[in-house]
C-alpha cells in the first residue's frame, strides 16, 4: 500500500482550505468531485507559497479521489501552476506580438539588471521572480505584465520602477 | 434477441453490411480493408489523437478519423483516394518528426507498427530539419523498458491503465512539444496485468526488460501454448530461438483471455533457465547427491516403490503437483492404483477434508459469463492476484453496476469497487453462516449464527440479482474450515439461486480432479473402487513410500514442516521435478529431471472446463525428459500394465474415453455441520501465497521477483493492536514462530490484516520450516 491510500482525508490541508475546495466541488453534479481539480490546485497553490510540490499534489488527488498521475498531468499542462519556489511576487512578463513591438524587450532588460535574474529564476531575498508569458490579452496596454491578480500596463523603466517599489 | 438491422456502406468501391453506430474501422476491419493506425485499440476507448486513420467521405468537407466515425447508411468511403492517402501520408510525415527512426537499435525493429506504416504509407524523405525532442530515461519497474523519445503520444497504455488494468499508473504530462508519457515521478507500474502494455505500444517506446536485446523478431520462431500459472489457461505463443524460450506473448482467445495475459504469464518462462534447474537423473548414495544414467535412476525408483508396495501397497503415497499436465496427473494415478494404492491427491494446499468436495468441480459457469453477472459473493479469494483475468471480468461486471461482495480474512486492494467484509478466520465461518441464514435457508450453524445488517443486504442482493454467483477462492480453498465455508456457500447458493463456482488456484487444478489424482475418485471423476489418504492424511500418517510429481514439498505444501518430516522419515522417495529445490535435496531420495512449462506436451483444463491441449515448444533442457515418458518407462519397469503409449496424445485420449459423460458440477447437499477449527481467541497466521509465489517456475522468474508484489511479500504484516500486543512496531525484525520452528521477518504494521492475525506468506523462501498456512502462530521481539 502506498503512503498516499494511508492519507485520511479529513486530515488534508487545513480547515479553511478544506471549506475552499469543498465550495468548488459543490459547483459541479454529485460524483464529479475531479472536476474542481484544477480550481483545488490553484488553492493549495496560493496557501503554498504559490508553487506546488509532489506532496501537495498527492494531497489534491487523495482529497478527489484521482489516480495522483491524473493531477500531474493537469499541474504540468497549464503554465500558471508552479513547479519550483517562485517570489513572493511573481512578475508575469507578456513577450507576444503586441507587446514585444511595444519594447517588451526593454522591460526585461530592465528587470534583468534591476533585480539580477533571468527567466524562471528568485532574487536572493525571495522578493521577485521573472516568468515570460504568452498574451494575456491587454495588448491595448502594451508592454504589459501580470503580478498576482493585478495587470501592469504601458510600461516603461520608469513607472516599473515605481511598481516595483510598491510590491513587499 | 431478435435480428438486429443492418445498413449498407460502401467503401473503396466495395458494399458492405454493417450495424448502425459501429466504428468504421471496425467495418473495414471485419472486410479486411485495411486503415492504418496508431492510437485505435478495440478494447480500449476511442481516442483519435493520432489521426493516422484518415480517410475521405462523400459529402464530409474534409478527411476524417474512422476510429471516431460511426457508419451510417449509404456512407461512401474512399480509404486510398488522393484526399485520403494525402491526408495518411501528411500525418505519417508530423508523427516522424520527433521520432529518432533509431530502428537499428530498437527492441521494436521488425515488429513495428510505425515502421510498417511508414513504409505503407509515409514519404521516403523528412522535410524536417529542425532538432528532435529527447526524453531523458525512467525506469518504471523490472518488466517495461522505456524509450519515452520514441513515444509517439498514442496514450494506448494511458487508456489500458485506466480502462483494463484499472489502476492508472502513466499519463501524459506537460503539453504541446514538452508532452511526456510516463510516471512523473519516479516509481514503477505495479500492476499485475502492466506486460500488455507492451504489445499494446505500437512503437519501440515501451518493450520488454528482460527480453531486450536478446532476439529479433524475425529470428523467433512462435508457437502456440497455455499460460502454466493460474486456471484461466490463458492462450499464449511462445517465442522460441535456437531451443529456448526467448518471450511469451497472447494469444487472442476472447472466451478465455481477451487479448490479456497477466504478468505471471508473460514473464515466468525466465524460471526455465534458473540455476537450479535439474538436468540429469540424481540419486542419494549415503547421503549425498550423485549423478546417475537415467536407466540406472529409473531402475532405482522402481526397485524403491515396488519394494514398499510388495510389502504394503497402503504404504505407497503419491503427491503431485496441480501444475502437472493432465497426461502427467493420470499417468501417476494409475501407476499408484496399479501399485494397489489409492493414496493419491493434489489438493497440496488444502487443511479440511472433513467433506470431499465435488468430485468435478469447476467455475460454476463459463469465463465470459463472470463479466455478465449482477452480483458476486468472493469467500476468501485475493481474485486480483491469485486469478487475474478473473478479476478483470470481474471488474467489468463492477464497472457494469454489479455489487461485489468479499468475506476474507484480510483487507484487499482492488481495482474495482466492492464491498469487504474482513475478519478473522473463525470470524469468516461467522460472517458466511450469517449470510446463510439471512439468506434463509441454511441448517448449518443455524441455531449459532448472529445476522447482522450487512448480511442480511448481502443475502438480499444475492437473491434479487438476475445473475448472482458465489465464488471460493484460494484463501478459502486452504481455510482449516473449508468443508464448513463450501456447506454453508452451498447452502447460500442454494436459497438465492446463485451459481456455485470454485476459483481453481492452478492451471491444471480441474484437470486434476479429472485425471483421478483424488483419494476417492478416479479418472473421469468416478467414485474409485478403493480409497485411500488425502494430501494431509497421508503426511499425518508417514507413508514409507512416496511418488512426487512437479512440487517443492518445502513450499507447496500446505505444512511444509509436516510434509519435510513425513517425507524424510519415509524408506524411499522418488520425485519428478524440473528443480533441484532444497526441500527434495533434503528429503528426496531419485530425482527424475522432466520439462518444465514449454518443453512438455500435453493438456490444461481450465477454470470452466475447457481442455485446451499444447505442443512442447522446446526440447526439455539438458537430459530432461516430458514427463509424461517418464510416468511411461516408470510404469514399464514396474510391469503394470497399459503402460505402452506412443505419445501424450494416445494418454489424453484414453482419459478422455474415461471422461465421456462427466459434466462439472459443485454439488449442493455437500454440508458438513462440524466445529469450527479455527481458535477465535488465538492469533492465527494467514498464510496467503503471494502472486509471485505460486508454483516453482514463478518463483524463479528473476524479473518478477523483483516487482513491488514479489517485494511487499517478504514481511509479516499486522495490524497496530496485535503489534502493539507483541511489543513490535513497524519496520522492527520480528520472529514469527509455529510448532517451535522459527522465521525472522520485518513487520509491516498493516490496518488491512483483522485482529487475531498475522499475515505471514507461505511458498515464499524462509517459509519452508513453519507449519500450517492457516494455523496458530505467534508474534516474538527479535
Redesign the interface.
Given at each position: 500500500?502506498s503512503a498516499l491510500?494511508?492519507l485520511n482525508k479529513d486530515e488534508l490541508f487545513t480547515p479553511e482550505i478544506r471549506a475552499e475546495i469543498d465550495r468548488e466541488i459543490a459547483k459541479y453534479p454529485e460524483g464529479q468531485k475531479q472536476s474542481a481539480v484544477m480550481a483545488a490546485l490553484r488553492i493549495v497553490q496560493d496557501d503554498n507559497g504559490g508553487w506546488l510540490t509532489?506532496e501537495r499534489m498527492d494531497e489534491v488527488a487523495a482529497y478527489l479521489d484521482m489516480?495522483?498521475?491524473?493531477v500531474?498531468?493537469v499541474a504540468?499542462?497549464y503554465s500558471m501552476y508552479e513547479h519550483k519556489p517562485v517570489g513572493r511576487n511573481k512578475l508575469c512578463i507578456c513577450t507576444n506580438v503586441s507587446c514585444m513591438i511595444n519594447g517588451s524587450d526593454k522591460i526585461v532588460e530592465h528587470l534583468n539588471n534591476k533585480l539580477g535574474i533571468k527567466w524562471g529564476e528568485v532574487t536572493e531575498d525571495g522578493r521577485f521572480s521573472l516568468k515570460e508569458v504568452e498574451c494575456l490579452g491587454a495588448c491595448g496596454g502594451a508592454p504589459m505584465m501580470q503580478v498576482g491578480r493585478k495587470y501592469y500596463e504601458n510600461l516603461t523603466p520608469e513607472t516599473l520602477d515605481s511598481i516595483l517599489d510598491e510590491l513587499e | 434477441m431478435s435480428e438486429e438491422k443492418t445498413i449498407t456502406i460502401e467503401v473503396d468501391g466495395q458494399t458492405l453490411e454493417a450495424k448502425p453506430g459501429a466504428l468504421l474501422i471496425d467495418v473495414t476491419d471485419a472486410a479486411g480493408i485495411d486503415i492504418p493506425r496508431f492510437c485505435y485499440h478495440n478494447k480500449l476507448s476511442v481516442a483519435a489523437s493520432c489521426r493516422m486513420c484518415l480517410v475521405e467521405v462523400e459529402k464530409v468537407p474534409k478527411p476524417i478519423p474512422a476510429c471516431a466515425t460511426q457508419v451510417t447508411d449509404g456512407m461512401k468511403v474512399q480509404t486510398r483516394s488522393p484526399v485520403a492517402l494525402a491526408a495518411q501520408k501528411g500525418t505519417m510525415e508530423f508523427l516522424l518528426i520527433n521520432h529518432p527512426l533509431d530502428c537499428p537499435i530498437c527492441d521494436q525493429g521488425g515488429e513495428c507498427e510505425l515502421q510498417d506504416v511508414a513504409m505503407g504509407y509515409g514519404s521516403d524523405v523528412s522535410r524536417f530539419v529542425e532538432g528532435k525532442r529527447v526524453v531523458p530515461q525512467t525506469d518504471v519497474g523490472p518488466l517495461i523498458a522505456t524509450d519515452m523519445t520514441r513515444c509517439i503520444h498514442c496514450t494506448r497504455c494511458v487508456r489500458f491503465g485506466d480502462e483494463i488494468a484499472g489502476m492508472r499508473e502513466l499519463g501524459a504530462t506537460g503539453r504541446g512539444e514538452h508532452m511526456t508519457i510516463g510516471t512523473y515521478i519516479a516509481h514503477s507500474v505495479d500492476s499485475e496485468l502492466s506486460g500488455n502494455v507492451i504489445d499494446l505500444c505500437p512503437v519501440g517506446a515501451l518493450t520488454s526488460k528482460p527480453f531486450r536485446y536478446r532476439a529479433r523478431a524475425w529470428e523467433l520462431t512462435r508457437r502456440d501454448g497455455v499460460a502454466p500459472h493460474d486456471s484461466v489457461g490463458s492462450n499464449i505463443q511462445i517465442h522460441v530461438r535456437r531451443n529456448r524460450v526467448m518471450r511469451v506473448h497472447p494469444r487472442e482467445n476472447e472466451a478465455v483471455n481477451e487479448v490479456w495475459i497477466s504478468d505471471r504469464d508473460r514473464f515466468s518462462y525466465e524460471g526455465l533457465y534458473s540455476d537450479d534447474r535439474l538436468t540429469r537423473p540424481l540419486i542419494k548414495k549415503n547421503g549425498a547427491w550423485a549423478e546417475a544414467s537415467w536407466e540406472d535412476a529409473l531402475e532405482a525408483a522402481a526397485r524403491g516403490l515396488r519394494s514398499v508396495a510388495a510389502a504394503d501397497a497402503d504404504q505407497i503415497g503419491t503427491l503431485v503437483s496441480p501444475t502437472a499436465t493432465l497426461e502427467e496427473l493420470y499417468l501417476a494415478q494409475k501407476i499408484t492404483r496399479g501399485l494397489g494404492s489409492a493414496n493419491i491427491d493434489h489438493r497440496l494446499r488444502q487443511s479440511d477434508f472433513r467433506s470431499e468436495g465435488p468430485a468435478f468441480p469447476w467455475l460454476g459457469q463459463s469465463i465470459a459469463e463472470l463479466e455478465k453477472v449482477d452480483a458476486a459473493l468472493l469467500i476468501g479469494s485475493n481474485v486480483r492476484k491469485d486469478q487475474p483475468l478473473l478479476a478483470h471480468r470481474l471488474r467489468k461486471a463492477s464497472l457494469k453496476g454489479a455489487e461485489v461482495h468479499f468475506v476474507n480474512p484480510l483487507g484487499l486492494d482492488l481495482h474495482f469497487d466492492a464491498n469487504q467484509v474482513v475478519s478473522d478466520l473463525a470470524g469468516m465461518v461467522h460472517n458466511l453462516a450469517g449470510i446463510a441464514k439471512a439468506a434463509g435457508g441454511s441448517k448449518v450453524l443455524a441455531g449459532r449464527v448472529s445476522v447482522s445488517d450487512e448480511h442480511k443486504a448481502i443475502a438480499k442482493k444475492l437473491k434479487s440479482a438476475g445473475s448472482a454467483t458465489i465464488l471460493l477462492g484460494n484463501l478459502a480453498q486452504s481455510h482449516p474450515d473449508y468443508s464448513i465455508l463450501y456447506g454453508l456457500a452451498s447452502s447460500i447458493a442454494e436459497s438465492t439461486g446463485a451459481a456455485l463456482g470454485i476459483l481453481p488456484a492452478a492451471a491444471n487444478t480441474i484437470g486434476a480432479a479429472l485425471a483421478g489424482a483424488v483419494p476417492k475418485y478416479g479418472a473421469g471423476a468416478r467414485p474409485a473402487e478403493k480409497t485411500g489418504l488425502n494430501a494431509r492424511t497421508m503426511l499425518e500418517s508417514p507413508r514409507k513410500g512416496y511418488l512426487l510429481l512437479g512440487l517443492e514439498p518445502g513450499l507447496d505444501c500446505a505444512n511444509p514442516a509436516l510434509a519435510k518430516q513425513a517425507l524424510a522419515g519415509a524408506e524411499c522417495v522418488v520425485a519428478l521435478t524440473a528443480y533441484r529445490s532444497p526441500s527434495l535435496e533434503e528429503t528426496a531420495d531419485v530425482m527424475l529431471p522432466i520439462g518444465a512449462f514449454a518443453e512438455t506436451s500435453g493438456t490444461f483444463v481450465n477454470a470452466e472446463g475447457a481442455w485446451q491441449g499444447f505442443g512442447g515448444a522446446v526440447a526439455p533442457l539438458g537430459e530432461a525428459r516430458p514427463g509424461w515418458k517418464v510416468l511411461r518407462v516408470l510404469g514399464n519397469l514396474m510391469d503394470l500394465k497399459g503402460f505402452d503409449y506412443l505419445s501424450s496424445e494416445e494418454v489424453r485420449d484414453e482419459l478422455q474415453q474415461a471422461c465421456a459423460g462427466a459434466r462439472p458440477e459443485n454439488d449442493l447437499d455437500n454440508t458438513t455441520d462440524g466445529e469450527i477449527q479455527a481458535s477465535a481467541g488465538k492469533l492465527m497466521r494467514i498464510g496467503e501465497v503471494p502472486i509471485y509465489a505460486a508454483d516453482a517456475l514463478v518463483r524463479r522468474a528473476a524479473a518478477l521477483q523483483e516487482t513491488k508484489d514479489a517485494r511487499d511479500a517478504a514481511v509479516a504484516r499486522a495490524n497496530a493492536t496485535v503489534a502493539g500486543k507483541a511489543g513490535v512496531g513497524d519496520g522492527d525484525t520480528v520472529a514469527v514462530v509455529q510448532g517451535g520452528q522459527r522465521a525472522k521477518l520485518v513487520l509491516r504494521v498493516d490496518a488491512r490484516v483483522p485482529d487475531g492475525c498475522v499475515w505471514v506468506a507461505a511458498g515464499v523462501p524462509g517459509s519452508e520450516s513453519l507449519g500450517d498456512q492457516f494455523g496458530e502462530i505467534s508474534l516474538e521481539k527479535v
Amino acid at each position: 500500500m502506498s503512503a498516499l491510500e494511508t492519507l485520511n482525508k479529513d486530515e488534508l490541508f487545513t480547515p479553511e482550505i478544506r471549506a475552499e475546495i469543498d465550495r468548488e466541488i459543490a459547483k459541479y453534479p454529485e460524483g464529479q468531485k475531479q472536476s474542481a481539480v484544477m480550481a483545488a490546485l490553484r488553492i493549495v497553490q496560493d496557501d503554498n507559497g504559490g508553487w506546488l510540490t509532489q506532496e501537495r499534489m498527492d494531497e489534491v488527488a487523495a482529497y478527489l479521489d484521482m489516480p495522483p498521475i491524473a493531477v500531474y498531468e493537469v499541474a504540468t499542462f497549464y503554465s500558471m501552476y508552479e513547479h519550483k519556489p517562485v517570489g513572493r511576487n511573481k512578475l508575469c512578463i507578456c513577450t507576444n506580438v503586441s507587446c514585444m513591438i511595444n519594447g517588451s524587450d526593454k522591460i526585461v532588460e530592465h528587470l534583468n539588471n534591476k533585480l539580477g535574474i533571468k527567466w524562471g529564476e528568485v532574487t536572493e531575498d525571495g522578493r521577485f521572480s521573472l516568468k515570460e508569458v504568452e498574451c494575456l490579452g491587454a495588448c491595448g496596454g502594451a508592454p504589459m505584465m501580470q503580478v498576482g491578480r493585478k495587470y501592469y500596463e504601458n510600461l516603461t523603466p520608469e513607472t516599473l520602477d515605481s511598481i516595483l517599489d510598491e510590491l513587499e | 434477441m431478435s435480428e438486429e438491422k443492418t445498413i449498407t456502406i460502401e467503401v473503396d468501391g466495395q458494399t458492405l453490411e454493417a450495424k448502425p453506430g459501429a466504428l468504421l474501422i471496425d467495418v473495414t476491419d471485419a472486410a479486411g480493408i485495411d486503415i492504418p493506425r496508431f492510437c485505435y485499440h478495440n478494447k480500449l476507448s476511442v481516442a483519435a489523437s493520432c489521426r493516422m486513420c484518415l480517410v475521405e467521405v462523400e459529402k464530409v468537407p474534409k478527411p476524417i478519423p474512422a476510429c471516431a466515425t460511426q457508419v451510417t447508411d449509404g456512407m461512401k468511403v474512399q480509404t486510398r483516394s488522393p484526399v485520403a492517402l494525402a491526408a495518411q501520408k501528411g500525418t505519417m510525415e508530423f508523427l516522424l518528426i520527433n521520432h529518432p527512426l533509431d530502428c537499428p537499435i530498437c527492441d521494436q525493429g521488425g515488429e513495428c507498427e510505425l515502421q510498417d506504416v511508414a513504409m505503407g504509407y509515409g514519404s521516403d524523405v523528412s522535410r524536417f530539419v529542425e532538432g528532435k525532442r529527447v526524453v531523458p530515461q525512467t525506469d518504471v519497474g523490472p518488466l517495461i523498458a522505456t524509450d519515452m523519445t520514441r513515444c509517439i503520444h498514442c496514450t494506448r497504455c494511458v487508456r489500458f491503465g485506466d480502462e483494463i488494468a484499472g489502476m492508472r499508473e502513466l499519463g501524459a504530462t506537460g503539453r504541446g512539444e514538452h508532452m511526456t508519457i510516463g510516471t512523473y515521478i519516479a516509481h514503477s507500474v505495479d500492476s499485475e496485468l502492466s506486460g500488455n502494455v507492451i504489445d499494446l505500444c505500437p512503437v519501440g517506446a515501451l518493450t520488454s526488460k528482460p527480453f531486450r536485446y536478446r532476439a529479433r523478431a524475425w529470428e523467433l520462431t512462435r508457437r502456440d501454448g497455455v499460460a502454466p500459472h493460474d486456471s484461466v489457461g490463458s492462450n499464449i505463443q511462445i517465442h522460441v530461438r535456437r531451443n529456448r524460450v526467448m518471450r511469451v506473448h497472447p494469444r487472442e482467445n476472447e472466451a478465455v483471455n481477451e487479448v490479456w495475459i497477466s504478468d505471471r504469464d508473460r514473464f515466468s518462462y525466465e524460471g526455465l533457465y534458473s540455476d537450479d534447474r535439474l538436468t540429469r537423473p540424481l540419486i542419494k548414495k549415503n547421503g549425498a547427491w550423485a549423478e546417475a544414467s537415467w536407466e540406472d535412476a529409473l531402475e532405482a525408483a522402481a526397485r524403491g516403490l515396488r519394494s514398499v508396495a510388495a510389502a504394503d501397497a497402503d504404504q505407497i503415497g503419491t503427491l503431485v503437483s496441480p501444475t502437472a499436465t493432465l497426461e502427467e496427473l493420470y499417468l501417476a494415478q494409475k501407476i499408484t492404483r496399479g501399485l494397489g494404492s489409492a493414496n493419491i491427491d493434489h489438493r497440496l494446499r488444502q487443511s479440511d477434508f472433513r467433506s470431499e468436495g465435488p468430485a468435478f468441480p469447476w467455475l460454476g459457469q463459463s469465463i465470459a459469463e463472470l463479466e455478465k453477472v449482477d452480483a458476486a459473493l468472493l469467500i476468501g479469494s485475493n481474485v486480483r492476484k491469485d486469478q487475474p483475468l478473473l478479476a478483470h471480468r470481474l471488474r467489468k461486471a463492477s464497472l457494469k453496476g454489479a455489487e461485489v461482495h468479499f468475506v476474507n480474512p484480510l483487507g484487499l486492494d482492488l481495482h474495482f469497487d466492492a464491498n469487504q467484509v474482513v475478519s478473522d478466520l473463525a470470524g469468516m465461518v461467522h460472517n458466511l453462516a450469517g449470510i446463510a441464514k439471512a439468506a434463509g435457508g441454511s441448517k448449518v450453524l443455524a441455531g449459532r449464527v448472529s445476522v447482522s445488517d450487512e448480511h442480511k443486504a448481502i443475502a438480499k442482493k444475492l437473491k434479487s440479482a438476475g445473475s448472482a454467483t458465489i465464488l471460493l477462492g484460494n484463501l478459502a480453498q486452504s481455510h482449516p474450515d473449508y468443508s464448513i465455508l463450501y456447506g454453508l456457500a452451498s447452502s447460500i447458493a442454494e436459497s438465492t439461486g446463485a451459481a456455485l463456482g470454485i476459483l481453481p488456484a492452478a492451471a491444471n487444478t480441474i484437470g486434476a480432479a479429472l485425471a483421478g489424482a483424488v483419494p476417492k475418485y478416479g479418472a473421469g471423476a468416478r467414485p474409485a473402487e478403493k480409497t485411500g489418504l488425502n494430501a494431509r492424511t497421508m503426511l499425518e500418517s508417514p507413508r514409507k513410500g512416496y511418488l512426487l510429481l512437479g512440487l517443492e514439498p518445502g513450499l507447496d505444501c500446505a505444512n511444509p514442516a509436516l510434509a519435510k518430516q513425513a517425507l524424510a522419515g519415509a524408506e524411499c522417495v522418488v520425485a519428478l521435478t524440473a528443480y533441484r529445490s532444497p526441500s527434495l535435496e533434503e528429503t528426496a531420495d531419485v530425482m527424475l529431471p522432466i520439462g518444465a512449462f514449454a518443453e512438455t506436451s500435453g493438456t490444461f483444463v481450465n477454470a470452466e472446463g475447457a481442455w485446451q491441449g499444447f505442443g512442447g515448444a522446446v526440447a526439455p533442457l539438458g537430459e530432461a525428459r516430458p514427463g509424461w515418458k517418464v510416468l511411461r518407462v516408470l510404469g514399464n519397469l514396474m510391469d503394470l500394465k497399459g503402460f505402452d503409449y506412443l505419445s501424450s496424445e494416445e494418454v489424453r485420449d484414453e482419459l478422455q474415453q474415461a471422461c465421456a459423460g462427466a459434466r462439472p458440477e459443485n454439488d449442493l447437499d455437500n454440508t458438513t455441520d462440524g466445529e469450527i477449527q479455527a481458535s477465535a481467541g488465538k492469533l492465527m497466521r494467514i498464510g496467503e501465497v503471494p502472486i509471485y509465489a505460486a508454483d516453482a517456475l514463478v518463483r524463479r522468474a528473476a524479473a518478477l521477483q523483483e516487482t513491488k508484489d514479489a517485494r511487499d511479500a517478504a514481511v509479516a504484516r499486522a495490524n497496530a493492536t496485535v503489534a502493539g500486543k507483541a511489543g513490535v512496531g513497524d519496520g522492527d525484525t520480528v520472529a514469527v514462530v509455529q510448532g517451535g520452528q522459527r522465521a525472522k521477518l520485518v513487520l509491516r504494521v498493516d490496518a488491512r490484516v483483522p485482529d487475531g492475525c498475522v499475515w505471514v506468506a507461505a511458498g515464499v523462501p524462509g517459509s519452508e520450516s513453519l507449519g500450517d498456512q492457516f494455523g496458530e502462530i505467534s508474534l516474538e521481539k527479535v
